[in-house]
């Protein structure tokens, strides 16, 4: 079993929808991180978070650090937010590094 | 603007080939890190420098080499043991390998063999 797993593994949602991808680890953490990747694959760092919520513009990132479940949300998609979206954790203990989920592919129709 | 350059963009290895794919930064990042992506799974660990003229192996560095001359450069040479190279390589740097630094990404270099 993977130590982070995101679900769902693909999301395809019309414009305007609110989205809502879910991550969820089997270990203790210092932090989380949510990016996302383009389709050129380039990333980009969109959160972190080791507690609460935060928010930028459509995106709110949330953690439940009891339940080890962390979710991103996007309010009023739109065709521009397609990409894979990317949870990544930062185990205590790991010497810094981070483990990976496999991304969420998420495309918005028009 | 500051940020992380990968080259090429795309690279194809003939069987037996060494290849280097160059990251150059910035940023003035002391850290930086390179991964392999491959369909439907996470990011993969190969090496990571914390400073010049140290690196570290990450979870899979068989098959790779690495040097940190520069604190700007990072450059990874795929080397002939690698057996399945094939897969798309990100390289990333961070002010330092501590908790709270995010990781910045260059856009990666699309490896394949001919």
């Known amino acids: 079993k993977n130590e982070v797993e995101q679900s769902p593994q693909n999301l395809t949602a019309q414009e305007g929808e609110f989205i809502t991808i879910n991550c969820s680890y089997s270990?203790?953490?210092?932090?989380l991180h949510w990016l996302q990747q383009h389709p050129g694959g380039g990333i980009v760092s969109l959160f972190m978070?080791?507690?609460?919520?935060k928010k930028h513009g459509r995106l709110i990132a949330t953690i439940n650090i009891q339940e080890k479940h962390s979710s991103l949300h996007i309010t009023a998609s739109h065709p521009r937010d397609s990409a894979v979206y990317i949870c990544?954790?930062?185990?205590?203990?790991?010497?810094?590094?981070?483990?990976w989920g496999a991304g969420t592919k998420l495309i918005i129709k028009p | 603007d500051g940020g992380i350059t990968q080259s090429p963009k795309y690279l194809f290895r003939k069987e037996g080939q060494n290849v280097t794919l160059s990251c150059e930064q910035n940023?003035?990042?002391?850290?930086m890190y390179w991964y392999r992506q491959d369909p439907g799974q996470g990011l993969r660990l190969i090496y990571y420098?914390?400073?010049?003229?140290?690196?570290q192996k990450g979870d899979i560095a068989e098959g790779y080499s690495v040097s940190r001359e520069k604190k700007e450069s990072f450059p990874l040479t795929v080397t002939s043991a690698q057996k399945n190279p094939t897969a798309f390589y990100l390289c990333?740097?961070?002010?330092?390998?501590?908790?709270?630094?995010?990781?910045?990404f260059g856009d990666g270099t699309r490896l394949s063999i001919l």
């Open positions: 990333a740097s961070s002010i330092r390998q501590t908790d709270r630094q995010p990781q910045h």
């Open positions: 940023l003035n990042h002391d850290a």
């Open positions: 978070l080791s507690s609460g919520k």
């Open positions: 420098s914390q400073i010049v003229n140290d690196f």
């Open positions: 990544a954790v930062r185990s205590i203990g790991s010497n810094y590094q981070l483990i």
């Open positions: 270990v203790g953490i210092s932090a």
